[in-house]
DNA sequence: TGTACATCAGTGAACGCGCGTTCACTGATGTAC
DNA sequence: TGTACATCAGTGAACGCGCGTTCACTGATGTAC
């Protein structure tokens, strides 16, 4: 049960203590401090792939938007362990082909529900809708106390990115 | 000339050596870390919104985009500022004022541009469209090696969600 | 069944590091008379 | 013009903290014979 704290950033220290376990007892499982954040990175990773596919099964374009609320919602449930799957990174680390298979799961999705789209822009412009929401309320930048007022803004967000999908040549 | 280091993340110290000084120089002009987090971040600001302010004239809905490229410029030019300003903040911070600002001034570039358009809705997503380009990056997650890649993407990502607002509602 | 040994997860003391912060200080500049 | 004093930016030593990491160790479990 390796699990990151609620409010508490990411050291290995953290990790053990959140692990009820002595900070030296990691070193037994993992090579250093790179390693173990990378095993979780990872893991989660496979969460939120898990949480992207589940949450949406998108027939149509407005669907699309589950996919920018359960990427917001998995931020704001696992704020540590999302900031260490997408924060910074170095060239040759397991998280930038983590990320880059998020996208294509995103890509792939619209090519089959907008086969006319430029599904490589929309896609890329989806994440980063989805991606700069999360952050922004994950920071405080935008309010996370209404009932259900994230994902009605998330909604709304992916509603007017998504609508243009089908009506326009996404590229200026 | 308080400045933040290209690579490194902000700390009092961090400051204090950028700006040739001892460490507890800083002392003599602010309270403590905090205060002085705040005060960069409050110039911070002041920077972004002139650098947002200049870079575009918008005459009709597509020069929008080049808020989005000032934006995503500005984070890449000075990222360790840009994740002072930004990154967590509590309730009462100043930094929340300075971003709601950022918001509005985009929001009313909109109503002017677009008087048909959900202003509110659509300027919470292209901050945030512009925010997660950053963000991704910043953080190693697309790539920023290609002359003019990452200007050409904030373009294209920022043509979908534009093109949206004058044709459709942008809420689903 | 019992004895000897290997394996291996976890421990606690210790290290050097950068951090924020305090403290008493120095040295330059400005002001009063 | 010179002397006495206040102001104030900056200094360097020192503190306690959490961090990543090392080290020699303990104690439980499994295996060989």
Redesign the pocket.
């Known amino acids: 049960m390796k699990m990151l704290e609620q409010g508490?950033s990411?050291?290995?220290?953290?990790v053990?203590?959140g692990a009820g376990?002595?900070?030296?007892?990691p070193?037994?499982?993992f090579a250093?401090?790179?390693a173990l954040e990378s095993a979780l990175a990872v893991e989660g990773f496979r969460e939120l792939k898990a949480d992207l596919i589940a949450a949406s099964r998108p027939s149509h374009a407005a669907e699309l938007a589950d996919f920018g609320v359960a990427y917001v919602v998995f931020a704001l449930r696992r704020p540590a362990l999302f900031r260490l799957m997408l924060g910074p990174c170095g060239e040759h680390d397991v998280r930038r082909q983590a990320a880059e298979d998020v996208l294509e799961l995103l890509e792939s999705t619209i090519r089959t529900v907008l086969p006319e789209a430029d599904a490589e822009a929309l896609a890329t412009a989806g994440w980063a809708l989805a991606h700069g929401l999360a952050f922004l309320h994950m920071d405080g930048k935008l309010s996370t106390a209404g009932q259900g007022e994230v994902a009605d803004r998330v909604r709304s967000a992916f509603g007017a990115i998504m609508s243009a999908a089908g009506s326009a040549d996404p590229t200026a």
Do not use: M, N
Not at 10 to 14: D, G, N, P, Q
Not at 21 to 25: F, G, I, K, N, R
């Open positions: 508490e990411f050291s290995l220290r953290a053990a203590r376990v002595s900070a030296t007892a070193y037994r499982h250093d401090r790179e």
